[in-house]
């Protein structure tokens, strides 16, 4: 089984900030990502409709004999991996904001949000936020409109810009010192953030500890790739390749799938 790939879904394209983090950690591993751009974004969805999609990725990735899957997207972790942990036997590892770290940081005790409403709204952050971040005043912002326009590559682009502008004056009003990036695709948004805000707020997502968590699991189950083939990494995506190869290295390829 520890040859079987592992498997990855996102509402687009945002999981591959989870990608490369697990490429890094785990070289040899056989990856499938799954990119279901053509019905991003997850985050303005309701629970039921974002549990229906996450259902259909996992399946997919299951007839594609996954041994582990990735949530590689926090509005579809918090909506849904406790019903997949119920309903499947393999392991899930999902991504969620990292404000655990951030509240106990924190040196000024206020630190911003950003994630989809789907995220922010979700009983599973609640709660996150109810156990760690109670002596920290947190500023919530949904990033509207940010999945589309990074779908779209407009990535360095006015209306970004004039966005986050935006959402993250409320959180410099309040002196934050750190901004949690509680969306997948936001990463590809620091440049233009590192522009916006004051030099000593750090930004923080939860990548690098998710590709950890996904190494233990396999350590735990046994699951590491210990085959010497090189290893087999595909990308398949619902909607226009030219979304995923933007963002990927030249080396991977991207198939058009319907699912
Ligand atoms: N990348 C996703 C996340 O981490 C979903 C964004 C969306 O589709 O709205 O929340």
Redesign the pocket.
Known sequence: MSNQPIGIF???I??TSIFKEIKTLLPYENIIYLADSKN?????KTEEEILQLSLKNVKLLLQKNCKLIVVA????TTNSITYLRKNYSIPFVG?EPAIKPASLQSKSKSIGIL??K??LSSTLFHETSDLYAKNVTIIERVGEGL?PLIEAGKLNSDEIRELLKTFTKPMIEAQIDYLVL????YPYLIPELKKILPEHVKIIDSGLAVAKQIKTLLETYNLINTSLNSPKIQFFTNASVGILDNVLDKKFSVKPLKF
Do not use: E
Not at 73 to 76: D, G, H, K, S, V
Not at 182 to 185: A, E, L, R
């Open positions: 996102d509402s687009g945002g999981g991003a974004p997850y985050g303005n997207c926090n509005t579809a991504i994630a989809t789907g995220t999945v509680g969306c997948t695709h």
